[in-house]
C-alpha cells in the first residue's frame, strides 16, 4: 500500500464518520493519526456533544471487532476483563470472556469509575495483553481503546491517575460546536431525543486488519530526520523545566509524539516529517501528560496556553 492509498482510504473513512458526526473534523483526523500509529484516545467533553457517537461511527468504519463498556461507579476488575469459572461437569475452570476481549474498545465515561477498575485497563493498553490468574492473553495487535469522559468538575466523577492518561496517545477535547454545524445537527438529529442507530446512516466499514496492518507498516518507514529528532527531544525536556509546569513529560511522551507525527505525514501523503507535523500534535499529545503548577492556576494559565508558549520559546528546525 503506497501513500496515495492510505490518503483515499482514511479519506473514505472521514466521509462515513461525516454521515453522522457534523463539525468534528479535528477530532476524526486526530483519531485517524492514533489510528495509524497504534494509539489509544481519551475523547473529553461535556455530555451532549457526541463523543460516544463518535467513537461509534469511526468504530464501524473499520472492520473489526467492536466491543462497548459503560463505566459506572459499581463496575468491578472482573467486569471488564473476564473471571475463571469452575465447571462441575469437566472438574476444572474455564475463562469467562469479559468485554475487553475485542479489537475496538469503546470505554464510555471511563472516569465516572474508581481508579481500581480504571486500573484494569492499564495492561490490556500498554501491552495488548491482560493477565487473569496468572495466565497472559494476548488481545490482538489492533487492539485500540477509545475512552470518553466528562470534565473532572462534573459531579460523579473520579480522576484518571497519571499512570492511566499517560496511556493515552491524545487527549482530545470535543468542543461545542459553531453555530453552523450546530443548525446541521438538529436538522439531521432533531426528529429524535435518544442516540441514533447507526444502521439507519448506512455507514460501512472502509479498512479491515490487513489494510491496517499495511498502514502502521508504512507509518513505520516514515522519514524522521535528526533535526526534527532533536525538536521533539527538546519540546519534550522544556516541559520538565517550565516554572509553570510541575511534572513534565516523560521520555514515552517523546517516543509517542513521535510515532503520531509520522501518522500525520502519512496522512498528508508525505514520506517524510516535516516540524508543523509536530507542532500540530503537541497539545493533544501533551495536554494530558503536564500537570500545571498551583500557582498556574492560581492565575488561569491553563495547559494550552503554557504549551503554546513553550512551543514559542523552541526554534523549529528549517
Known amino acids: 500500500m503506497n501513500l496515495d492509498n492510505i490518503r483515499s482510504l482514511t479519506e473514505e473513512m472521514k466521509v462515513e464518520v461525516r454521515k453522522v458526526v457534523v463539525g468534528q473534523d479535528a477530532a476524526i483526523d486526530l483519531m485517524l493519526t492514533s489510528l495509524l500509529a497504534g494509539g489509544h484516545v481519551l475523547l473529553e467533553g461535556v455530555p ?6 463518535l467513537a ?3 468504530a464501524t468504519t473499520l472492520s473489526l471487532r467492536f466491543g462497548r463498556i459503560q463505566f459506572t461507579p459499581d463496575l468491578m476488575p472482573g467486569d471488564v ?9 469437566t472438574n476444572e475452570f474455564v475463562l469467562t470472556k469479559g468485554p475487553i476481549f475485542t479489537e475496538v474498545l469503546l470505554a464510555d465515561e471511563i472516569n465516572r469509575t474508581p481508579p481500581k477498575t480504571q486500573a484494569a485497563l492499564l495492561q ?10 496468572a495466565t497472559h492473553h494476548s488481545l490482538g495487535e489492533a487492539f485500540m481503546v477509545i475512552a470518553t469522559e466528562n470534565p473532572i468538575e462534573q459531579q460523579g466523577t473520579y480522576p484518571l491517575p497519571e499512570a492511566q492518561l499517560d496511556r493515552f496517545l491524545f487527549k482530545i477535547v470535543i468542543e461545542y460546536p459553531e453555530r453552523d454545524a450546530e443548525l446541521e445537527i438538529v436538522r439531521r438529529h432533531g426528529h429524535r431525543s ?4 447507526l444502521d439507519e446512516f448506512g455507514l460501512r466499514a472502509v479498512a479491515g486488519m490487513d489494510a491496517l496492518r499495511e498502514m502502521r507498516a508504512v507509518v513505520a518507514t516514515i522519514t524522521l530526520s535528526e533535526e526534527v529528532i532533536a525538536y521533539i527531544v527538546d519540546i519534550i525536556r522544556a516541559t520538565r523545566g517550565h516554572p509553570s509546569i510541575e511534572f513534565g513529560a516523560s521520555p514515552r511522551a517523546a517516543t509517542m509524539l513521535a510515532t503520531a507525527s509520522r501518522a500525520r505525514a502519512v496522512l498528508q501523503g508525505r514520506d517524510f516529517v516535516i516540524p508543523d507535523d509536530v507542532k500540530s500534535l503537541v497539545l493533544p499529545t501533551l495536554r494530558h501528560r503536564v500537570t500545571p503548577t498551583a500557582r498556574a492556576d492560581i492565575e488561569g494559565l491553563g495547559t494550552a496556553r503554557i504549551l503554546a508558549d513553550l512551543l514559542e520559546r523552541i526554534p523549529a528546525p528549517r
Not at 451532549?48 to 457517537?53: C, N, S
Not at 490490556?124 to 490468574?133: L, Q
Not at 435518544?194 to 442507530?197: E, K, N, W
Open 56 to 58: 461509534q461511527a469511526f
Open 194 to 197: 435518544v442516540l441514533p442507530r
Open 124 to 133: 490490556a493498553m500498554n501491552e495488548r495483553t491482560i493477565t487473569i490468574d
Open 48 to 53: 451532549g456533544t457526541a463523543k460516544t457517537l
Open 81 to 89: 476483563l473476564g473471571t475463571n469459572l469452575f465447571n462441575f461437569q
